[in-house]
């Protein structure tokens, strides 16, 4: 039997993560990436991001995780592992040229109007802009990996001992693997050194995200830890809701994504208690579907791959060319974003070569 809240949760954090992208492009607090803010004052708005950076994505790995233990329980993993090179490493690899490269553009066009691809032939450019146009490809390359560790720690247990230990753990257990959660944010490099892969890894933390994705596989695709969970959400998100307040009060117009914040103990208690408080809120309230839902769980995977042009494109030219006050910029991108990303999603489906190479569908 299908799992709706698995799915609904999936697809409401999606839909979380292209808000996000919203005020991560217009943020003024240092974080990488984006066109700027709007002077040197405090940007309250950007509360946002602080919100939601510290759970969205793990949550998202612990889905990953609990969806690849329910699919591998009726695929070999020969046949499962075929899929998810076809649905993850060809859009982030052979979409980046189809499609992405046009992220690539606005994410490099500043740097082009400097004068720094002065001299290059247009293969080189393009070339650039297509790596430049990964953005928010970097989770499904992370996924891709993940996948391919989880094969080999199979290999180490075929007889499922682990996953049979983590049946019994109770919500205490649960709560206290937050720990790990937090070893997790340790991986990131503290102080990285300029011209060198350390920023790389931590904008990939693929020893973080391995964490969330095998508590996920090994620990939440048990019915019994769903259900400790479910019965204990309004607890744990009235937790969580105290934790966030505590941390947004005290560290607002910090850079939010750097490892220093990332790894204290605070942000990772907050970032822990949400994943954990959102599981359980679906799985108690929200463990059903209807035909936007259906249409959702179907798409929402599509819509996340092409939604950053939309909010590259738009944001870039706004803030670039016209005189528009902030607050209508906000306005209109968080309009275009949920509306515009899903009618392109649905016009590159229909079109077989590109749908194979952007989303990895093999039809419609």
Request: hydrophobic letters at 50%; a positive charge; glycine letters at 10%.
């Amino acid at each position: 039997m299908r799992k709706h809240w698995i799915d609904n949760l999936r697809w409401v954090t999606v839909l979380l993560v292209l808000f996000y992208h919203v005020f991560y492009f217009y943020n003024n607090k240092g974080v990488f990436g984006g066109i700027g803010g709007f002077g040197d004052g405090p940007q309250y708005q950007d509360v946002v991001m602080y919100i939601l950076y510290p759970w969205f994505m793990p949550l998202l790995f612990i889905l990953a995780g609990i969806s690849a233990r329910y699919s591998l329980a009726k695929h070999s993993a020969g046949e499962w592992f075929k899929t998810r090179t076809r649905k993850l490493l060809v859009p982030a690899t052979i979409g980046l040229f189809v499609f992405h490269w046009m992220v690539g553009y606005f994410n490099t066009v500043v740097a082009a109007r400097e004068g720094v691809f002065d001299g290059l032939p247009a293969v080189a450019r393009y070339v650039i802009m297509a790596v430049s146009g990964i953005g928010p490809l970097w989770f499904i390359q992370v996924l891709w990996l993940l996948c391919l560790l989880l094969l080999l720690l199979r290999a180490l247990d075929r007889k499922d001992r682990l996953w049979t230990i983590c049946r019994k753990a109770n919500i205490v257990w649960i709560i206290l693997m937050g720990v790990l959660f937090w070893a997790g944010e340790q991986t990131l490099i503290a102080n990285p050194r300029p011209q060198s892969p350390d920023g790389l890894w931590n904008l990939y933390k693929p020893l973080f995200y391995l964490i969330p994705f095998l508590m996920g596989y090994f620990v939440f695709s048990h019915d019994e830890v769903q259900e400790k969970v479910g019965k204990a959400w309004v607890p744990l998100m009235g937790c969580a809701v105290v934790a966030g307040g505590i941390l947004i009060g005290t560290t607002f117009g910090q850079d939010n994504t750097s490892p220093q914040y990332l790894a204290g103990p605070l942000n990772c208690l907050y970032g822990w208690l949400m994943c954990l408080a959102m599981m359980g809120w679906f799985k108690a309230r929200l463990d059903a579907t209807g035909r936007f839902a259906a249409y959702m769980t179907r798409s929402s995977y599509g819509i996340y791959i092409v939604h950053y042009l939309v909010i590259a494109s738009l944001g870039y030219m706004m803030k670039t060319y016209t005189q528009l006050p902030p607050w209508s910029m906000y306005v209109i991108l968080t309009v275009a974003v949920f509306t515009l990303s899903p009618l392109l999603y649905e016009g590159l489906r229909r079109i077989p070569v590109v749908r194979w190479c952007v989303f990895g569908e093999t039809r419609k």
